[in-house]
């Protein structure tokens, strides 16, 4: 299995909290689209002989880009490439942008796409785009404000119960750890996502990174600082609560119905191949990674000389091993002790079991069927719980 990676570097506004690659100027969005395809041309070698089941739109705002341009880049990819039957092909989009979706689809061409009602959803589905992961973060107004979100709370409500009606692969994110969310709160977001019957959750403590807007507002005092203590519980509420719907936790930030996981990130967390295309997006095959430059101008400048503006990075068996460790922890897959071996060898292999056993001690480690897996006290620190069981080359 392989999967295509889009990146769409545009957004209407920068969010507080994103550190993210975009622009807020769509200037270059004609000249953008046109590299993007170009790119997926020059690359199609990469998987001559592999087939592609995920298409995923990211971002930045994929859904800012019209039902054309969408349907542009997807002919490019099955022109190019050997695409599955039925692919998964998610597009990542805003509540703002699925409603207000008419003004800048006004050029859809009415032979390529049934827009008679207007409806953006009906447009999408009959250009090949079968999953939605709408970016909600909050139904609160006071939430949405502090993170500079584009759409408003009753927005966020409204999208959901249109694109239910067009759509049952959908995912919504939410954003927990906010400062002044309130633990009642937080449960009200969530039971509110529930109400919709939407298969997919995915969720993220709010995190503060360098050279944003919202690093700079907790410096200032302006806004209070992450508790690390609230984010905690807040993952042991969502987490509870989904799991009580029927929900299987299935990778750290994740949580879908059964036969609704997210194909496109299931992949990545079980180290399969995919291709990355667009500025500052990121490639793997196995053995090397690459990321592609994060300027749009020197991006769209190099495409059009033919120049794949991307620095590449072999990994050592080592670096296999340590990032192998790190995503199989995240999820309910685990790492295998099987596989450590067989990929990377006995010596590997005894230092994981050694490494592991202080965990396994304080119940953050646990060993089932050959597979080295996080408890539930250890979930929310498996990031950390990973890094200690590195192996460094010195």
């Known amino acids: 299995m392989s999967g295509i ?5 545009f957004c209407k506004q920068a969010c507080h909290y994103c550190d993210f690659h975009f622009s807020t100027s769509l200037k270059k969005r004609d000249d953008m689209v046109y590299a993007l395809a170009q790119e997926l041309q020059l690359r199609k070698d990469e998987f001559k002989n592999t087939t592609v089941e995920t298409i995923y739109f990211g971002g930045g705002t994929p859904s800012l880009l019209t039902i054309k341009e ?18 998964e092909i998610t597009l990542e989009a805003n509540p703002d942008d699925l409603l207000k979706a008419g003004i800048h689809n006004d050029n859809v061409p009415l032979s390529a796409v049934e827009v008679s009602n207007r409806s953006i959803f009906k447009a999408y589905k009959a250009i090949g785009i079968n999953r939605l992961s709408i ?10 404000k502090l993170m500079n979100r584009a759409h408003n709370a009753e927005e966020a409500k409204e999208c959901l119960s249109e694109a239910i009606k067009y759509f049952d692969n959908i995912s919504v994110d939410l954003i927990y750890g906010i400062p002044g969310l309130t633990h009642e709160r937080w449960k009200q977001n969530i039971e509110t996502a529930l109400s919709f019957k939407i298969p997919h959750i995915s969720s993220y403590a709010l995190t503060v990174e360098p050279k ?5 507002f907790i410096k200032k ?17 969502l987490k509870d609560t989904l799991e009580a719907s029927d929900f299987i936790h299935y990778e750290l930030s994740n949580f879908g119905k059964e036969n609704y996981f997210s194909k496109n990130n299931s992949a990545y967390w079980q180290r399969k191949s995919y291709i990355g295309i667009g500025p500052s997006a990121h490639s793997f095959n196995g053995t090397e990674r690459g990321w592609n ?10 495409i059009q000389s033919n120049i794949l503006p991307i ?3 072999m990994l050592t068996k080592t670096d296999q091993y340590n990032e192998y460790v790190m995503t199989g922890l995240r999820t309910i897959w685990g790492v295998s002790f099987d596989k450590v071996e067989h990929d990377f060898g006995t010596v590997f292999k005894d230092y994981l079991i050694e490494q592991s056993k202080i965990f396994i001690n304080q119940h953050l480690l646990y060993i089932d069927d050959e597979h080295l897996r996080v408890t539930k006290k250890g979930q929310f620190l498996s990031d950390g719980i990973a890094s200690q069981l590195f192996k460094i080359n010195l």
Request: aromatic share 14%; charged share 15%.
């Open 311 to 313: 620095e590449t990075e």
């Open 135 to 144: 970016g909600i973060q909050s139904f609160f107004e006071n939430d949405l």
């Open 212 to 216: 944003t807007a919202l690093y700079s």
């Open 293 to 302: 430059i994060r300027n749009n101008s020197k991006y769209i400048n190099a």
């Open 5 to 9: 990676y889009i990146h769409i570097p």
């Open 70 to 87: 969408l349907q542009f880049l997807i002919a490019t990819i099955y022109t190019n490439y050997q695409v599955a039957s039925n692919p």
């Open 221 to 237: 005092g302006l806004i209070d600082n992450v508790d690390d203590e609230q984010a905690h519980e807040q993952f042991h509420i």
